[in-house]
């Protein structure tokens, strides 16, 4: 039997007009992230190290959910130096550490994705994802109504990150 949608309402997520309504130049939005006269709040940008940046996704799947990149634009994993690879992998423990001293998540999920078959959505510009994760946080609304639920404002998420990084 087909499912039907009977007293359907809208879930509101006004936060993501600005970006479906917004120009798109083609650019990678994690590119220039280097430049420090570059709004924190704006770019959402956590911390800027040498080589990779932190940056606080736009678009979460968990409250918390960031983002590490290299500031070059590249695509495969094997086309890191040496220290940036090193300086990733250290952001990867600092954020966790961060994570759990701001938010204390009861676990995280930690990956990157390589290539739009393998689901990245940003295929051109690696970046591993760190995802904090609270038992419970996949509840209903992501399997029926594919719909995620994030509860604080990502401004004051990337504020709260800030401040509790080392």
Known sequence: ?????????????????EFI?????????????????????EELVIFRAKFNFIILNRFP????HLMI????HIADLTALGKNELHEIM?????????LQRAMFPEGINAGINLGA???????????FHIVPRW????NFMPVIGDIRIVPESLANTAELLR???E
């Open 1 to 17: 039997m087909p499912k039907t949608k009977t007293n359907s309402r809208p879930l509101w997520a006004p936060w993501r007009i």
């Open 21 to 41: 309504r917004s120009e798109k130049a083609g650019k990678c939005f994690l590119c220039n992230k280097k430049d420090e006269k570059s709004s924190p709040d």
């Open 61 to 64: 799947y968990n409250s918390g």
């Open 69 to 72: 990149a290299p500031y070059r």
């Open 90 to 98: 250290d952001l990867m423990v600092r954020s966790q550490k961060t």
């Open 117 to 127: 078959a393998a689901g990245a959505g940003i295929k051109d510009h690696l970046h």
């Open 135 to 138: 038992v419970g946080d996949a």
């Open 163 to 165: 401040k509790s990084w």
